[in-house]
């Protein structure tokens, strides 16, 4: 089985800041992650595919990068509504999904 | 737009069946495969399997044989059992819409049902 890790597992951050998010594979994954975003009383949802992918409509100052076994999500000028919860998820060998990285307001 | 739709018994007794069903609408379920995927309270989520529009399921190897998920094409439907249950299987339940087989991006989903395993 695929482990995901995720680091850190909370993060305070201020409006306008600038975050990354890790996730770290326990083999070589290529680049087949994908991102959600999860906020409290709403469904997951698709940031990022296959590594580095913005889905459409997911606003640019989301970026994701990595390969093998290490990746990360990075946020620019955090705003409000990215307050949420983040998860990778590896599709290399079924799925699997991190712990999740929750980000809160500072 | 298609839309998903859970449903099913919000309390269920250890050791019985959790049964629930995704009901699709604004689209055919027989266009894409479909996943079920659950979050403990105060923990990740956890993918549980999808199934492809031939029927085929994959599921996560840690619920062992205890899972079971099909499809209805006549209802535009698919379910998901699970057996054996106990109170480590109670979480919020979402289904998923798996957009293909080259990313397995999970793009459309369910508001999730509560499911609560207790006696």
């Known amino acids: 089985d695929i482990q995901m890790t995720q680091s850190p597992s909370s993060l305070s951050a201020s409006v306008g800041d600038r975050v990354t998010i890790t996730c770290r594979a326990s083999q070589d994954i290529n680049k087949f992650l994908n991102w959600y975003q999860h906020k409290p009383g709403k469904a997951p949802h698709l940031l990022i595919s296959d590594a580095s992918n913005l889905e459409s409509g997911v606003p640019s100052r989301f970026s994701g990068s990595g390969s093998g076994t290490d990746f990360t999500l990075t946020i620019t000028n955090l705003q409000t509504e990215d307050f949420a919860t983040y998860y990778c998820q590896q599709y290399d060998n079924l799925l699997t999904f991190g712990g999740g990285t929750k980000l809160e307001i500072k | 737009q298609v839309q998903l739709q859970e449903s099913g018994p919000g309390l269920v007794k250890p050791s019985e069946t959790l049964s629930l069903t995704c009901t699709v609408s604004?689209?055919?379920?027989?266009?894409?495969?479909w996943s079920w995927i659950r979050k403990p309270p105060g923990k990740g989520l956890e993918w549980i399997g999808y199934?492809?529009?031939?029927?085929?399921?994959n599921h996560n190897p840690s619920l062992d044989s205890r899972v079971t998920i099909s499809l209805d094409t006549s209802k535009n439907q698919f379910s998901l059992k699970l057996s054996s249950v106990t109170a480590a299987d109670t979480a919020l339940y979402y289904c998923?819409?798996?957009?293909?087989?080259?990313?397995?991006?999970?793009?459309?989903w369910g508001q999730g049902t509560m499911v609560t395993v207790s006696s």
């Open positions: 199934i492809d529009f031939t029927g085929g399921t």
């Open positions: 998923a819409r798996v957009r293909n087989l080259y990313d397995l991006g999970m793009d459309v």
């Open positions: 604004g689209g055919s379920i027989s266009n894409s495969y």
